[in-house]
């Protein structure tokens, strides 16, 4: 079957401009997850979905950053008054439950000029 | 707070041999479970292996095992009979229990020689 699809690969964008990144998890896969992966680091989290809800918010940085999940499927990461520090590659991935394993997307690459 | 520590930046291994890739980590939860992730350079994470922490045995599947040593609260992967494909960015990561995310470490190059 389709693996979990993230849209756009890559966006470049100038600072101060409003970006959306979407995530499309695996049909089925309550579990919804975004990270935020630098050069040469692992991921680093950012937020959870159980279903509609934001389950654990707690990775996001600041309240730039937002996301939702209004019908427990597509996912959209919105980031607000972009700045250079917020380029990064998002990575969206998906889980049958929240004890299964994850499985992640290619990735949006952000690039804040 | 969960920490994982991967202390190997680059790692080099022969074609045809195998190679360990260190993780330790810190939890006070007794309940957890611990992933390895392969990053070849298109960017994809792909899950390889996962250990729980009452797992009685190591896991392995296929050329892969985890090396769990609870005590120790490490989690190393072996990789058997290495081959080109293997050339990549692994990762550790844990999830303790009641929790959704997981937290990585920084992750081992990993570079296989013909």
């Known amino acids: 079957g389709a693996g979990v699809s993230q849209t756009p690969s890559n966006k470049v964008t100038e600072k101060g401009k409003y970006v959306e990144l979407r995530c499309d998890p695996i049909s089925g896969h309550t579990a919804l997850y975004w990270y935020r992966q630098s050069l040469g680091q692992g991921p680093e989290f950012l937020i959870y979905f159980q279903g509609t809800g934001a389950a654990d918010d707690s990775g996001l940085p600041n309240d730039r950053f937002f996301a939702v999940r209004p019908e427990g499927s597509v996912s959209t990461l919105k980031i607000q008054r972009t700045e250079r520090g917020d380029s990064a590659v998002y990575l969206c991935?998906?889980?049958?439950?929240?004890?299964?394993?994850?499985?992640f997307g290619p990735g949006t690459r952000l690039t804040v000029l | 707070a969960q920490k994982i520590t991967q202390t190997q930046p680059g790692m080099f291994v022969q074609e045809k041999e195998a190679v360990t890739l260190d993780c330790t980590y810190d939890t006070s939860d007794p309940s957890y479970g611990l992933f390895w992730y392969k990053q070849p350079s298109s960017g994809e994470m792909i899950f390889l292996i996962y250990?729980?922490?009452?797992?009685?045995q190591n896991a392995t599947e296929g050329r892969y095992s985890l090396n769990f040593q609870k005590a120790r609260k490490s989690a190393n992967l072996v990789i058997s009979a290495s081959q080109l494909g293997d050339s990549a960015m692994y990762f550790c990561?844990?999830?303790?229990?009641?929790?959704?995310?997981?937290?990585f470490g920084d992750g081992t190059t990993l570079t296989v020689k013909p």
């Open positions: 250990q729980g922490s009452y797992d009685q």
């Open positions: 991935a998906s889980s049958l439950s929240r004890t299964n394993e994850q499985f």
């Open positions: 990561a844990m999830r303790e229990s009641g929790a959704g995310k997981s937290t």
